[in-house]
């Protein structure tokens, strides 16, 4: 049976966010309760990437023949300000 979750008052979650927030990156996760009622789950991401190595993506991605036209660059430096 998997072990329950820790659980913090808010003002304690407060007061010791940076040691619940280590606890999770070692896999736990907390639960936060305001008046002894569950809240909020803070649970670990999964930085897991599949991607095989280098070429991983080859023959999934489509470019055009333009791709790298100065129509297609400065569409993007407008769309990012910088044009």
């Keep these: ?5 820790a659980q913090f008052n808010i003002h304690d979650a407060k007061t ?3 040691r619940i927030i280590d606890r999770v990156e070692h896999g736990e996760e907390i639960i936060i309760s ?3 009622t569950p809240v909020a789950k803070v ?3 999964s930085r ?7 070429g991983s993506l080859a023959g999934q ?4 023949d333009d791709w ?10 407008r769309d990012f300000g910088l044009a």
Excluded: F, K, Q, Y
Aim: proline share 3%.
């Design 68 to 77: 790298d036209s100065a129509d297609v660059n400065d569409a993007i430096a």
């Design 34 to 36: 305001r008046s002894g």
């Design 16 to 18: 010791n966010l940076s």
């Design 61 to 64: 991605l489509v470019m055009t």
């Design 43 to 45: 649970i670990p991401l």
């Design 48 to 54: 897991r990437v599949d991607r095989a190595g280098r």
């Design 1 to 5: 049976m998997a072990e329950a979750a």
